[in-house]
């Protein structure tokens, strides 16, 4: 392949290799779609597209895309169907899953095993494999087109959107979803100024947690004075339970490739860093080949496009500390230094890496950026509300139904979320909370289910946007042990820089272990607050700042669940060993000594026929009697 030298070169390639799209991008139905193309385009043309990441990979995908080979191999279909790896579709419950296109036909929880009868069954006897198609419980209904499907339904993928659809190790397939026009259309028909001012009126904000309006952190890297500049995207995912900028590098790495050249030619950097944890070696291997790639055809390096433009990407690695997701302490960790915050001002805009002004945006901000410019502020604006434009990611997890990757409108409401697209909550229990902005937010309860997510009403809710996870708790969930969960979490990934955050949290942590193991007084609960908002005001950054929340927002919610655990030495949802007691029923139990026999501490005592008694003394609360028990004998308390 010739390099790319001018953007005439990038449409003529992009026009040869439109086709490939074409037959992903059909819909079969043209009532719901006026821009419907006809399949019959690709009479006798199928592709197969599987995920290849995540969790699918760990399902076996791999194996699974062997053996889809093999069985069209089998049949003689090797010139009609092709079988394409791709990133995350997102609906990570049902997974491993194979679309089929142009019939846009929705597999899911395909194994390896399943694959000579799905051959077999959808391209030799021209029918839909039922039991492979996906379920919809509340209609009881076979559906096999995503669009009709409760979860894909309210959803809008921008940042995501070419998840699921291109291989993500084809630079080809990339241009051929209009890759690479946006940096075309930059350096050919704009000047930074106006590209600026289109991402200011667009009203992104960045997606990282702090929310900041990403077009003015352009301006202002733009206006400073020495040089050099760098570019820098934030991949350090490190928040429990969130994957989202993790699935957009394994699945588009391009997108944020082609962004970071943007905000150089934006900002007047020359070069590209991304700072990505090495514990994510399939982000870092797609990253590595998207960027030779890139480089190879000419849309990196010197001269971009027969401009005057230059731009070069390196990759520098993290250890997996949580602090480095605040953007001081990662320019720190990359400048081979401890990994601590420092206080702000100066901003790295003006003063970061090597001391010289450095733009910092994460994954799905970069993500988000090519599109805007190819479709304009108008458009990108008009989506979400008044103070949150466009779209957000969030990794849905939990007690919840649908555990998936989403994107969704800002001010889409929770309710919409969790019962809509998460399918509601686990085994018909009851919602009790549900955690968003990870270890740094807040937990939202049955009264904020109609809250529109925003950066602005979260925030005021007692929680935060975050980088876009969601954990979903139901009625076992115990609120004070999930608190105390976060807050080890964050003392543990604290930098120590300063006291607040390194003794403060500390501190908290301590009294959320007397109240959990049954020592805690009321004065506690009051010691708890008042400490929790002195950390939030007196610590140096962001994760200190914010490291309170799951203790505040609890205590808000929840205090009755904490007033049980210190004045009645109680756990409500039996969650905390120490405040747990295990007993049995004499009126039901039956002597099948069945639970002495599980019980590993031999903490059960009874002859056989005869009523049995558990030592509470002995007995270790480990739940194996009351699993084992068949006639509903024994309860907790």
Known sequence: ???????????????????????????????????????????????????????????????????LQSAIRKEGLEEQIQVILTGCFGFCAQGPIVKVVPDNTFYVQVKPEDADELIHTHFVKKMYLERLLY????????????????????????????????????????IARNGYAALAKVLTQSTPEEVIQEIIESGLRG???????????????????????????????????????RSILEG?????????????????????????????????????????????????????MGTDFSFDIDIKYGAGAFVCGEETALIHSMEGKRGEATVKPPFPSEEGYLGFPTNVNNVETFANIPTIILKGADWYNKIGTEKSKGTKVFALAGKINNVGLIEVPMGITLREIIYGIGGGIKNGKKFKAIQTGGPSGGCLTEKHLDLPIEYDTLQAAGSMMGSGGMIVMDEDDCMVAMAQFYLGFTVEESCGKCSPCRIGNKRLFE??????????????????????????????????????????????????????????????????RDLTVYYINPKKCTGCTLCAHVCPVHAIVGERKATHIIDPNICIRCGSCLEKCRFGAIYVY
Request: aromatic share 6%; net charge neutral; proline share 6%.
């Open 511 to 576: 009294i959320l272990n007397k109240i959990t193991s049954g020592k805690g007084t009321e004065e506690d609960l009051r010691k708890l607050r008042d400490l929790g908002h002195v950390i939030k005001d007196t610590s140096l950054c962001g994760l200190g700042q914010t490291s309170p929340n799951p203790v505040l927002s609890t205590l808000d919610n929840f205090y009755d669940e904490y007033v049980a655990h210190v004045t009645e030495q109680r756990c409500p949802a039996h969650q905390c």
């Open 135 to 174: 379920l919809d419980a509340d209609r009881n209904q076979v559906i096999r087109n995503p669009e009709q499907m409760s979860f894909y339904k309210p959803q809008m993928r921008i940042a995501l959107r070419n998840c699921g659809m291109i291989n993500p190790e084809s630079i080809d397939e990339y």
């Open 1 to 67: 392949m010739k390099k790319i030298q001018t953007p005439a070169d990038l449409q003529q390639l992009y026009e040869s290799l439109r086709k490939l799209m074409r037959i992903r991008e059909t819909d079969p139905n043209p009532e719901e779609n006026s821009d419907f193309t006809s399949p019959k385009e690709f009479q006798n043309k199928s592709i197969l597209l599987v995920c290849g990441r995540g969790g699918c990979k760990a399902s076996q995908s791999d194996m699974l895309i062997e053996k």
């Open 252 to 304: 588009d790495p391009h997108s944020v490739i082609e962004a970071m050249a943007i905000n150089g030619y934006c900002t007047g950097a020359t070069r590209g860093l991304v700072y990505i944890r090495a514990e994510y070696p399939m982000a870092v291997e797609g990253l590595r080949t998207a960027i030779s790639q890139a480089t190879e055809y000419g849309l990196l390096g010197k001269n971009i």
């Open 207 to 245: 997606r990282g947690g702090g929310g900041f309006p990403t077009g003015l952190k352009w301006q202002i890297t733009r206006k400073a004075v020495k040089s050099p500049k760098y570019v820098v995207c934030n991949a350090d995912e490190g928040d429990p339970g969130a994957f989202m900028d």
